[in-house]
């Protein structure tokens, strides 16, 4: 009878063995949830659909978007942080969850350790954008007139966190001055009222001014990087809009690692690179598409917006 007990307790301990492996080579078998924190139709969300295909067929399973906006992506993030970490909840989010930390004072989670790294997507330039009939021709007519106004100068953004309110974070810095700052609930409202001449000045992520400036609605002064469309442009000012995937803390490595090499073919597929393409927006590289260069990143963007956003006397909200 001891024998008969030891052999089914030996078969049991290996059966345990090969319950990860199963697991991982079953995984997924069901459709996966990537949250966009922002509103659909906005540059975040655009690229998120962009990606959904090919990593639907790199996956062998459908991919769903669920926005969750709110609060500078804050929102969104949050319910990704608290969703089961059983790798079929994902997070698409922007720069944003590197400065969140430095601007809510009940946060409720660290980006650092409540989310598991996937991998970088993107990097998109940023362009600083005017209404139509604004008096500057160039860039430097503009910032002369824009250290002139002073806080006359209406900036708007979509929202406490987002690029386009970090990146008027950098223009008051580089100017030394203060602008009349007016949020939004997304980008498309602030463009809107870029359009109507309700404000003077935005500052947001190139893909999604792009048929803007080529209809002469708005008139554009600089990007933050060289942009093929227009390639004249001044490049003014150090900001990116890098977009990434993460997981909730917890998930299985073996479940990180499918979803980032998911993620890597799907970047490097036509499609999507095509698409970036036709929105002046860079595919991450191999690397960048890596958990640990995204831990790096992320980490570094923290410290980064930490101490710039403090030197600038941002408060919390």
């Not at 079953?26 to 966009?36: F, G, K, S």
């Not at 595919?283 to 923290?302: D, N, S, W």
């Amino acid at each position: 009878m001891q024998s008969i007990n030891m052999k089914r307790i030996r078969t049991l301990a290996y059966s345990l063995l090969w319950l990860p492996m199963l697991a991982c080579a079953a995984y997924p078998d069901r459709p996966i949830t990537i949250i966009v924190p922002f509103a659909a139709g906005g540059p975040t969300d655009v690229v998120a659909r962009a990606l959904q295909k090919p990593m639907g067929d790199a996956l062998g399973q459908p991919v769903v978007i669920d926005n969750t906006a709110g609060a500078g992506g804050t929102i969104g993030t949050r319910k990704a942080v608290q969703a089961r970490p059983d790798g079929y909840t994902i997070l698409f989010m922007n720069l944003g969850v590197s400065t969140a930390p430095s601007l809510y004072k009940t946060l409720g989670y660290d980006p650092r350790t409540d989310l598991t790294p996937i991998g970088s997507v993107v990097d998109t330039p940023m362009a600083i954008i005017a209404r139509k009939d604004l008096p500057p021709e160039t860039l430097p007519q503009l910032k002369a007139w824009m250290k002139a106004q002073g806080g006359k100068v209406n900036y708007g953004h979509a929202g406490i966190g987002s690029a386009a309110h970090l990146c008027g974070v950098l223009l008051q810095k580089d100017l030394n001055t203060n602008f009349t700052e007016i949020g939004y609930k997304g980008t498309a409202p602030a463009v809107q009222a870029l359009i109507a001449g309700e404000i003077d000045i935005i500052c947001d992520q190139w893909s999604n001014m792009t048929e803007q400036v080529k209809t002469g609605t708005v008139k554009v002064y600089s990007t933050t990087a060289a942009v093929k469309d227009f390639p004249a442009l001044p490049q003014y000012l150090s900001l990116s809009a890098w977009h990434a995937l993460y997981a909730p803390k917890g998930t299985p490595p073996e479940f990180i690692e499918k979803l980032s090499s998911s993620l890597q073919s799907s970047i490097a597929s036509e499609y999507f690179r095509t698409r970036m393409e036709q929105i002046n927006t860079l595919p991450a590289t191999p690397e960048q598409a890596r958990p640990a260069a995204l831990a790096q990143r992320t980490a570094q963007e923290v410290q980064h917006w930490g101490m710039l956003l403090s030197n600038t006397g941002t408060g919390k909200q």
